[in-house]
């Protein structure tokens, strides 16, 4: 039940307000995102086989029917807190409608990029990467969004939960920070379409920082064991599911495969249990080497230019410390989310 504390006739919520209704509100969020980000992935192979004809392609619809339906369930939720709170501005002073606030901001500047980017290809025709001034901003928008639900639903969540099954909370933030892992690995452009171009430094210098951001902010959100690892998993069957969509296109000669983060995430998650929740820095300084050496073992089963030992030591310190720092930032962000005071 949620509970609140009196300040003249106005009931201002604690966090716990939270409920059901905004958690389904989330969960429709959610869907836009994946749904968006398949509509990604598809216009990558579109712009690679077929060009692009018009703003008005196929893969379009779903990036833009995903981003509308993401705003109006973030409203959603924002309208429900505010009418359990009583006011906006009471709302608004809870990480709840705070959150739903930042997914609405989001979604605008994603928005935003659209015309830019039809203007954009007007003036410069088709872009041959990722790394356009327009798509930065629609990722940035996303992102913004992405974790800022995670904000809004994470203040359901609850300190020392000893349920064996995760609540509806928890399974809509694993959810969100696979989200959040997908947008981020997709800014690596054609490091994460062509699997040669991953190489041994500058692949992992960027792929980890990236990664570890959602993973351990994820783990120590959620405060469960696994919550890496499965944001890891969610990401890596979704990651296999758009593959197929290069496949079936033939879009590359080879496509590449999800980065291999189970290995790193597990290694988190173990590294939390293990400290009892307090070995942040020890999982931060594990998650680079663990990333590049399952990497490294993967690749040497592929008919790809492999890596080479000397070529793996020598960027494993540079990784190992970048690849941290994000970790260091993922668990800044996921303090900055908590309703805790």
């Not at 973030?74 to 006011?87: I, K, P």
């Not at 939960?161 to 694993?174: F, H, I, M, Q, S």
């Not at 699997?195 to 792929?207: G, I, K, S, V």
């Given at each position: ?16 307000t939270v409920g059901l209704g905004a958690q389904a509100f989330g969960a429709l969020g959610i869907f836009a995102l994946f749904a968006g980000l398949l509509g990604v992935y598809w216009d990558v192979g ?296």
């Amino acid at each position: 039940m949620a509970t609140s504390t009196r300040t003249g006739a106005a009931a201002r919520p604690t966090d716990e307000t939270v409920g059901l209704g905004a958690q389904a509100f989330g969960a429709l969020g959610i869907f836009a995102l994946f749904a968006g980000l398949l509509g990604v992935y598809w216009d990558v192979g579109y712009h690679a086989t077929l060009g692009r004809e018009s703003f008005w392609i196929p893969p379009h619809l779903p990036i833009y029917a995903g981003t509308a339906l993401f705003f109006y369930a973030s409203l959603g939720g924002l309208l429900l807190t505010r009418r359990r709170a009583g006011s906006f501005r009471a709302a608004l002073s809870t990480r709840a409608g705070q959150g739903f606030a930042v997914a609405i901001l989001g979604s605008m500047v994603q928005v935003s990029a659209a015309p830019l980017d039809d203007l954009w290809h007007r003036l410069y025709g088709l872009d041959v990467t990722v790394w356009s001034p327009p798509h930065l901003m629609g990722l940035s928008g996303a992102l913004v969004g992405t974790y800022g639900l995670a904000c809004a639903l994470g203040a359901g969540l609850r300190r020392g939960n000893r349920r064996k099954l995760p609540t509806v909370a928890e399974t809509n933030v694993v959810l969100l920070f696979a989200a959040a892992l997908a947008l981020s690995t997709f800014a690596l452009g054609r490091l994460d379409f062509r699997l040669e171009a991953r190489d041994a430094l500058f692949y992992p210098l960027l792929a980890g920082p990236l990664a570890a951001v959602p993973l351990v902010g994820a783990a120590r959100l959620v405060r469960r064991f696994g919550a890496a690892t499965a944001v890891a998993l969610v990401y890596t069957v979704f990651r296999l599911l758009a593959m197929q969509i290069f496949v079936g296109m033939d879009a590359f000669e080879n496509p590449a495969p999800p980065i291999l983060l189970l290995a790193p995430a597990l290694a988190v998650d173990l590294t939390l249990l293990m400290t009892k929740g307090r070995g942040v820095l020890p999982a931060a300084l594990l998650f680079g080497p663990a990333l590049v050496f399952s990497e490294w073992g993967f690749r040497s089963f592929l008919a790809v230019p492999k890596w080479e030992p000397l070529e793996v030591v020598a960027s494993l310190a540079v990784v190992t410390v970048a690849t941290a720092a994000g970790a260091l930032a993922g668990d800044r962000l996921q303090a900055m989310m908590r309703s805790e005071k």
